[in-house]
């Protein structure tokens, strides 16, 4: 299941802003990789690289400016009041920088922080601050600055509830360290801070509660922000990283429309750009004029799924969603608008994935068990099972989900499908107006970042970020069991739990794992090369976001 | 004359009253609590404090026109619950960009539609007549969704003579502005064209029959001193009435083009806040996309009346 340019919205609500956020990886699940990742070291050696799109081979130049395709347009720029999608996240790591960043192996290493250390219990957790960075108006990064920043996180309606467990207090230790308190045991605290919560905004932008000016220590400041036009940064001369960024400026352009982002690309209107058409993957991937970075493999990626509502007849009877995923047939609707890119994917887990069992026992393809489910939930719910099917606006989504909806024709199922703007479907999952929705979500370093997603506790009315608002035990014990303990082994075991609690009540029907990819002329050199502090390789870019830091121009 | 102007300017004041009062009402014909419409999940007590003063929803709906109208007169039409950003400032982006479409599409297609109309009224039914027109049918066939794509293909990406998508403003050089909309405006002015030269063609023709014509040619005046001096005035009123209709129409009605070349003008921006449920930039664009208009027609009715007395007496 493709997605469009322009979901942006729906993605919108927290999409992956307060937990999701940054990256992928997930490598390093396992406490000792946390702990070592965010001491403070500077003797790592760096990550050797392959030669790879998004890589510079020469030696770095200096100046220049770059034009940015996104896929869409942002509502402002404070982490605790605007939705952060993959778009948001690029431009914030344009202007601000996150307490932790995720390495290329997915562990979350020391960043604005120098380190983010625990005690014993895994219930108090201190950060300490690099010193000697400055914010763009010149005021100093400290203490009071971060734990204004994490009060009004919490204060937020939008980024509270996915802090709720996650932070109960917090306290100044000194100058350069506060201590954040947790209500149990969190072990995937660090990752936590590489995401919207982690962007750390100057005391005057909190003070005023602007949207519209951020205040960083990022790479660059803001020059101009002309909502669906651009956004324009300039180099920060002032960047606490050394030498950094290359470039003197990025110019961000939203541009809903796949095609027209891609023309953009290949007419040289733009320098890179950002998508999950996995057409466009398709038609430049081989093409030498281009480098086309594509999702990192580690980690947990973005799902398309359909979502059903189990809060309402009829797909609050797990016989029907039964019935509903027997007659998915899955590999077809890849085959129909995967573009050869994407490949159909039962699990919430990227194979590879420790948390991914051998059978999460997900239902496969079988059209005469899905009639037959049909034939025994149907009496139940008046004589036929009738649900409605939507997404939001857009041509290939709707292909997609009327082939959806005629697969379960087929099975009896009568369905009837529709489009619904984007805001009416943010609103619509979160308050619980719907049957089926299509979505794409889950993208996260850690598993533990969808807890607020997938939790029992966050599926109750009249705001649910559990949007399917499934509420099982077993589901939430598995997710506490990830949550809290430091050893790997449990981990591991408690989230492929987890995949099968899904498997067993089917809130999300799965189709793929989304194609996200960034493109670029060959004219930018490096725009994947990310890198930490100690001079180690970080992630780079995964699930849309990406950081224009190690980027210069060839020309 | 002036009574006209004058009956024609009392007609245009009571039609933007009556504009303004559909415009203002468009946040209180929603459904349910307006604010809740409004803020959606973001509905917090400080959301809808702040909400509730700005629209002044507490107030007598009399009341809350009066204070909207006044705040409009003195240039505040509000701004986006999404983004903050005024209105006046998201149409001090989108009128540039819609007005240099309007212009340069128009242009376009006025110097393409009339030398064609003229040279096909001139020997209707013969080759260039012939071609023309079936040209013209296969252009209005054309959708503005088919064109510029085809366009941005040959003249962007293959060509690489024109940015694909986006918008230069004047102020960064009249050249990358000029590029920057050419092809919207082409694509905006091949189904103007069509319009404009078939509705002067047929008038040409119908006013080079008419004995005025006949009794020119027989004083021995030149063809072209005939058309320039007797026939393309009698002849330009429907082609006038139809600019006026297109240019009102393209003003706020570019959106595919807008959306396809990624220029974020009126109607894209108005498009944009509906899908966001931004209703204060819906009402602020609404309005003035409506009053541009009304106005546009108003300014074409008026050179109708100069152009012909016969509106006047009508």
Redesign the interface.
Same mark, same amino acid.
């Given at each position: 299941m493709a997605d469009s340019a322009d979901r942006y919205d729906r993605r919108a609500f927290l999409a992956r802003g307060a937990t999701t956020a940054a990256a992928l990886g997930l490598a390093g699940v396992g406490l000792p990789t946390l702990l070592s990742s965010c001491s403070s070291t500077t003797n790592n050696k760096a990550t050797p690289r392959l030669s790879a799109p998004g890589i510079g081979t020469g030696k770095p130049k200096r100046g220049g400016t770059i034009t940015v395709g996104l896929n869409s347009e942002i509502d402002g720029f404070l982490p605790s009041t605007n939705h952060f999608d993959n778009s948001g996240l690029t431009y914030a790591n344009s202007v601000y920088d996150t307490l932790t960043m995720i390495a290329a192996d997915g562990s979350a290493k020391p960043y604005l922080a120098t380190s983010v250390t625990p005690n014993p219990d895994l219930t108090v957790w201190t950060i300490t601050l690099r010193p000697g960075v400055t914010f763009h108006d010149g005021s100093p990064l400290n203490a009071d600055v971060v734990l204004a920043n994490i009060q009004s996180l919490q204060a937020s309606a939008l980024t509270g509830q996915a802090l709720k467990g996650v932070v109960s207090t917090m306290v100044k230790v000194s100058d350069m360290s506060v201590a954040i308190t947790c209500s149990e045991p969190i072990v995937a605290f660090p990752h936590y801070l590489a995401t919207q919560v982690g962007y750390v905004v100057g005391m005057a932008q909190l003070e005023s509660q602007s949207s519209t000016k951020p205040i960083g220590t990022g790479p660059f400041s803001l020059v101009e922000w002309v909502p669906n036009d651009h956004m324009t940064v300039q180099r920060n001369p002032h960047y606490w990283r050394a030498g950094l960024p290359y470039l003197d400026g990025v110019t961000y352009r939203p541009i809903a429309e796949d095609q027209s982002r891609e023309n953009s690309l290949k007419s040289g209107t733009i320098d890179l750009m950002v998508t999950r058409d996995p057409n466009a993957i398709r038609d430049l991937q081989h093409d030498s004029g281009y480098q086309v970075v594509r999702n990192p493999s580690v980690g947990q990626n973005d799902m398309d799924f359909v979502i059903l509502n189990t809060s309402v007849d009829p797909t609050n009877d797990l016989v029907v969603r039964q019935a509903l995923a027997h007659a998915i047939d899955v590999d077809q609707l890849v085959k129909l608008f995967g573009a050869g890119i994407a490949k159909p994917n039962l699990s919430l887990f990227a194979p590879g994935s420790p948390y991914r069992t051998a059978d999460n026992g997900y239902p496969k393809y079988d059209l005469a068990k899905a009639k037959a489910l049909v034939a025994q939930a149907a009496p139940n719910h008046g004589g036929s099972i009738k649900i409605s099917l939507a997404t939001i606006t857009d041509p290939r989504l709707l292909n997609e989900i009327q082939a959806i909806a005629s697969m379960w024709e087929l099975a009896g199922i009568t369905t009837t499908i529709s489009e619904v703007e984007q805001v009416t479907f943010i609103d619509n999952l979160v308050t619980g107006h719907f049957q089926a929705y299509t979505d794409e979500m889950f993208a996260a370093t850690d598993p533990d970042l969808n807890y607020v997603w997938m939790s029992p506790t966050t599926a109750n009315p009249p705001i649910a970020l559990n949007f399917s608002r499934n509420k099982d035990d077993a589901l939430e014990a598995a997710l506490q069991q990830g949550r809290t303990s430091s050893d790997p082994a449990v981990r591991i075991k408690a989230y492929q739990e987890v995949d099968k609690r899904l498997s067993a009540d089917l809130p999300y029907l799965w189709a793929s794992q989304a194609t996200w990819s960034l493109m670029g002329s060959n004219s930018v050199e490096n725009f994947n090369n990310l890198t930490l502090p100690d001079g180690s390789a970080a992630l780079g870019f995964a699930s849309g976001t990406f950081d224009p830091t190690p980027a210069w121009r060839k020309d | 004359m002036l009574r006209f102007i004058a009956t024609r300017l009392v007609q245009l004041v009571v039609i933007c009253f009556l504009i303004s009062v559909f415009a203002f009402l468009l946040v209180h014909l929603l459904p349910g609590d307006p604010t809740l419409a409004i803020l *959606?999940? =973001?509905d917090?007590p400080a959301a809808r404090a702040v909400l509730l003063h700005q629209l002044g929803l507490n107030k007598g709906l009399l009341s809350q026109y009066g204070t909207w109208i006044i705040n409009i007169l003195h240039g505040n039409l509000g701004a986006?619950f999404?983004?903050? @950003?005024t209105v006046s400032n #998201?149409l001090g982006?989108a009128v540039p960009i819609d007005l240099e479409l309007v212009i340069v599409s128009q242009v376009l297609a006025l110097l393409v539609a009339i030398p064609m109309a003229l040279v096909a009224a001139l020997r209707p039914n013969r080759i260039f007549d012939r071609v023309a027109t079936t040209s013209t049918f296969a252009m209005l066939s054309l959708p503005t969704f088919v064109a510029g +794509?085809l366009l941005? !293909?040959v003249f #962007? &990406?293959t060509l690489?003579w024109? +940015?694909?998508? *986006?918008?230069n403003r004047l102020s960064q050089g009249f050249g990358p502005n000029l590029k920057s909309v050419i092809l919207p405006s082409v694509a905006l002015a091949i189904g103007s064209i069509t319009v404009y030269y078939r509705l002067l063609r047929a008038d040409l023709i119908a006013t080079l029959q008419e004995d005025f014509v006949t009794m020119a040619r027989s004083k021995g005046l030149s063809t072209r001193y005939i058309l320039m001096r007797h026939v393309m005035r009698p002849s330009s009123f429907s082609l006038l009435a139809g600019a006026g209709i297109s240019i009102g129409t393209l003003f706020t009605g570019a959106f595919v083009v807008e &959306? !396809?070349? @990624?220029l +974020?003008g009126i109607g894209?921006?108005l498009v =944009?806040a509906?899908? *966001?449920?931004d209703y204060l930039v819906v009402q602020g664009m609404a309005l003035v996309a409506a009053v541009a208009f009304v106005v546009v027609n108003f300014g074409v009715d008026f050179l109708l009346t100069v152009l012909d007395p016969r509106v006047r007496r009508a």
């Open positions: - | *959606g999940p =973001n917090t986006s999404l983004t903050k @950003q #998201a982006v +794509p941005v !293909l #962007a &990406v690489k024109v +940015p694909a998508t *986006g918008f &959306v !396809l070349f @990624q +974020p894209f921006q =944009n509906i899908y *966001g449920r």
